[in-house]
């Protein structure tokens, strides 16, 4: 009886020192890919003029990978993704409709992108067709119109919801609509809006798994996402592959959040290009190339 809980004990510990083995050599390999991916970052990142925040997740197998990943950063118009959770989670509870009609006029009209401003005054649109503008093409008044219907306050409030503290809309496009958070001194630097890389991505990933509103909702948000046209940013050096994004541009700023559709995983990126030396309204601003290339490399390391 001794022999046999002898050879027992033995056949146990020699799987637990090959399932150790295994770990190590697994935890090893972990490793040596993000010390990989950490150096083509940060070597692509070397030469750029300006400050990068970026966090990206491989939605799939969890694995991430942060650069200035919880830097409070302008967003941009990337703040009409939450924007958008909010008149969605409106239309669920019943505080509004799809149908709701939202009259322009010459006051409400804002500049920048979208095609809105070029439209009659008058022209009578829906909650529904002001959402896809604001997304899709990025348009600034649809953006103001949804704002005054629904608020700032009531988007923030929503992200709070959602887990998300440092996510906020901190006023209308152009000035007013001020929110609480934007009547906060040091936010007043943000402009439009405040986020971090972090939270940004994670509001992807409650969106691409359902969690936001509920799974028709976030399926409903995703799919617009994957019809926005400004394909310079994440998107650009990615043929072949699906993307649903939302970028952002001012000034001296470029930014794009994203989710990539890639064989080895749903990749959620967050990537910010800020304080470049010079305001350039180009395809090839040097934010909207660099997050091209860093893009480009997340989605390849990520998916390994």
């Not at 970052?41 to 990068?52: M, N």
């Not at 919880?70 to 149908?99: H, L, N, Q």
């Not at 994203?258 to 990126?269: D, E, L, M, N, S």
């Amino acid at each position: 009886m001794a022999t046999r809980r002898s050879g027992l004990s033995f056949a146990l510990l020699f799987a637990l020192i090959f399932h150790a083995v295994g770990l190590g050599h697994n935890g090893a390999q972990r490793k040596t890919a993000a010390d990989a991916l950490d150096q083509r970052i940060r070597a692509e990142i070397a030469s750029f003029k300006g400050r990068v925040s970026l966090f990206a997740k491989n939605i799939d197998t969890g694995h991430s990978y942060g650069f200035g990943a919880d830097e409070r950063v302008r967003t941009a118009s990337t703040i009409k993704v939450p924007i958008m959770v909010e008149v969605f989670a409106r239309v669920a509870e019943g505080k509004a409709k799809w149908t709701d009609e939202m009259v322009l006029t010459e006051a409400s009209k804002v500049s920048g992108s979208g095609i809105l401003l070029e439209l009659s005054d008058g022209l009578r649109l829906n909650l529904r067709d002001a959402v896809r503008l604001m997304i899709v093409v990025s348009d600034n008044t649809a953006t103001n119109l949804i704002l005054d219907r629904i608020t700032t306050d009531a988007v923030n409030d929503r992200m709070e919801s959602l887990g998300l503290k440092q996510t906020r809309v901190l006023r209308k496009v152009g000035g007013g609509g001020e929110s609480r958070a934007g009547a906060i001194p040091e936010n007043r630097r943000f402009g439009l809006g405040v986020s971090t890389p972090r939270e940004m991505v994670t509001l992807l990933e409650k969106l691409e798994r359902g969690e936001v509103v509920n799974p028709e909702a976030s399926r409903e948000m995703i799919a617009i996402m994957k019809r926005q046209q400004y394909q310079d940013g994440i998107p650009r050096a990615l043929r072949g592959l699906q993307v649903a994004n939302k970028t952002g541009a001012l000034d001296r700023l470029r930014s794009d959040v994203g989710i990539v559709y890639t064989p080895r995983g749903r990749i959620a990126i967050a990537i910010t290009c800020d304080d470049m030396p010079e305001t350039l309204w180009s395809v090839d601003n040097p934010g909207l190339i660099l997050i091209s290339r860093l893009a480009k490399i997340l989605v390849e390391e990520l998916g390994r």
